[in-house]
C-alpha cells in the first residue's frame, strides 16, 4: 500500500503563495527520488522541479527557477512545493510523484502518484 496524498492547494491572486504538501505512506520517502509535476487545460504533464535525482541533484523547469522550491522532510515523510510570486500560468493540477531511483524530471520515471490538487492563480 504505498501512497501519496496532496494537499495545499487552493485559490490564490498573481504574486501570493502556495505551499503543497505530499505525505508518503507504506514507503520511506528519504530513500527515493521525489518529484512536482503539473497538468495545465490542454496541456501534457510536465515536471516542475525533482529532487535526489541523477547528475546534478536537483532540477527546477525555467519557468519557475527562482519562485518555487521543493524539499522534504524526512522525520514527518512528506515533501513540499513552496511557490512563491506565482503567476496565473502556474494555474494547474499538481502532482506530487516518487520513485526509487530517478534520473531526471521525466513522469515516465516515477512509479508512485499522488492523486493531484488544484492551484488556480487568478484576480
Known amino acids: 500500500q504505498l501512497q501519496l496524498v496532496e494537499s495545499g492547494g487552493g485559490l490564490v491572486q498573481p504574486g501570493g503563495s502556495l505551499r503543497l504538501s505530499c505525505v508518503a505512506s507504506?514507503?520511506?520517502?528519504?530513500?527515493?527520488?521525489i518529484g512536482w509535476f503539473r497538468q495545465a487545460p490542454g496541456k501534457e504533464r510536465e515536471g516542475v522541479s525533482c529532487?535526489?535525482?541523477?547528475?546534478?541533484?536537483?532540477y527546477y523547469t525555467a519557468s519557475v527557477k527562482g519562485r518555487f522550491t521543493i524539499s522534504r522532510d524526512n522525520a514527518k515523510n512528506t515533501m513540499y512545493l513552496q511557490m512563491n510570486s506565482l503567476k496565473p500560468e502556474d494555474t494547474a493540477v499538481y502532482y506530487c510523484?516518487?520513485?526509487?531511483?530517478?534520473?531526471?524530471?521525466?513522469?515516465?520515471?516515477?512509479?508512485?502518484w499522488g492523486q493531484g490538487t488544484q492551484v488556480t492563480v487568478s484576480s
Open positions: 529532487l535526489g535525482i541523477k547528475d546534478g541533484g536537483t
Open positions: 507504506g514507503f520511506t520517502l528519504a530513500r527515493y527520488s
Open positions: 510523484a516518487a520513485d526509487r531511483r530517478s534520473y531526471d524530471c521525466s513522469d515516465y520515471e516515477y512509479n508512485y
